[in-house]
């Protein structure tokens, strides 16, 4: 009897050890569960709340963007300087300035850029230049909004305290900003003016989409006139005349007949843009000055090209040329002006219903992300 209650006992031991021990072992499986429970709630929850942040971020920058083109937009009704432009009373404000031996003035082609014209414009204001002439595409494109770009910029950031003439570019015009239009905002595209006896002619000279008979019209009336009176006779167009193969760029239709009255008329110089590039070629007795590098994307060929403005000096026996270069350049805050004026301004001015209901739903998803945050 005492044998078999020693055996009893010794297994009710064992037992209640093999109990103890699966308890333990169930109990520290069930904290890990708990603890990989916990885990996955912890990660789900650092998930919500990033893609939390990332709507209410999107939100934020979507008003902002709205709130800053409603501000930045009316910038481009703002009033151009008194001298900014080719109207009459400029020309005739030329031809009337006090005599002077020397003066200079400033050529820049293609400046339609977020920060790398305003860089040379900065340089040019410091310098004693009597004007400058622009030999087109100041635009960044032929469109009402494109210009009101322009409008902003040369009314306040690029402001010169010197005349600025604004030859025609391939850029300037199109069907929704067509030359009538160029012509009423900035002035004739054929137009003169004489300045320390010198005769300064701009022509619209463009591409086959255009007529340029009114343009070589208005050159061959200076058959008429006695152009020798002239110490310097200068001329400014867009797109080069067909003068070197190095420089390849759209045709002119009437480029050879254009050369040839160049010729006939004894011009000095023939400054030109379009092509991205700094570029001198001499036919005849014609300098032809290629200077495109305004700040527009330089062309690769010839290699080697940087952005610049040319600023020539005139004195009573030589014509001096400066370069004034700078490095490309892109600020943020011209990016977004411009993004602001030529991008989501007209999307929120075209599509008003459109704006209004994405400021609903913005709204609400904003506010509901906060809510849930709060939860």
């Not at 308890?23 to 998930?47: A, C, P, Y």
Request: aromatic residues 12%.
């Amino acid at each position: 009897m005492h044998n078999v209650f020693s055996v009893w006992k010794k297994n009710l031991f064992k037992i209640k050890y093999h109990l103890s021990g699966g308890f333990q072992s169930d109990l520290r499986i069930g904290r890990l569960s708990k603890m990989k429970d916990n885990s996955i709630i912890s990660r789900r929850s650092s998930s919500s709340r990033i893609l939390r942040i990332v709507f209410i971020a999107a939100i934020l920058v979507f008003f902002f963007f709205q709130v800053y083109a409603l501000i930045v937009h009316r910038r481009g009704d703002s009033r151009l300087p008194e001298k900014f432009g080719n109207f009459h009373a400029n020309c005739e404000a030329m031809k009337s300035a006090p005599a002077k031996e020397e003066f200079s003035f400033a050529v820049a082609g293609d400046t339609n850029s977020t920060g790398t014209f305003e860089r040379l414009s900065k340089m040019l204001r410091k310098m004693p230049l009597d004007f400058l002439v622009l030999v087109g595409d100041a635009s960044f494109g032929p469109t009402p909004d494109e210009h009101r770009l322009l409008r902003a910029e040369w009314a306040k950031e690029l402001r010169m305290p010197f005349p600025t003439f604004y030859a025609v570019g391939n850029r300037d015009v199109g069907p929704e900003f067509p030359i009538e239009r160029f012509e009423k905002s900035y002035g004739p595209g054929n137009f003169s003016f004489e300045y320390q006896n010198c005769l300064f002619i701009v022509l619209r000279m463009l591409d086959e989409s255009y007529s340029n008979a009114d343009s070589l019209e208005f050159l061959r009336k200076f058959r008429a006139e006695p152009l020798d009176k002239y110490r310097r006779r200068f001329v400014f167009v867009h797109i080069p005349p067909p003068v070197t193969p190095v420089y390849k760029t759209r045709a002119v239709p009437e480029g050879d007949e254009l050369v040839a009255l160049f010729d006939e008329l004894k011009i000095d110089t023939v400054f030109s843009g379009h092509y991205h590039a700094y570029g001198r070629v001499r036919r005849g007795a014609t300098n032809y000055i290629i200077t495109g590098g305004g700040g527009d994307k330089l062309s690769k060929v010839p290699p080697g090209q940087f952005h610049h403005a040319l600023v020539v000096r005139v004195s009573p026996d030589s014509v001096e040329e400066q370069l004034i270069s700078v490095p490309e350049t892109n600020e943020i805050e011209d990016r977004l002006e411009k993004y602001a004026i030529t991008e989501w301004w007209p999307i929120m001015r075209d599509h008003p219903i459109g704006a209004v209901t994405a400021d609903g739903l913005g709204l609400i998803v904003l506010i509901a992300c906060l809510v849930w945050r709060r939860r």
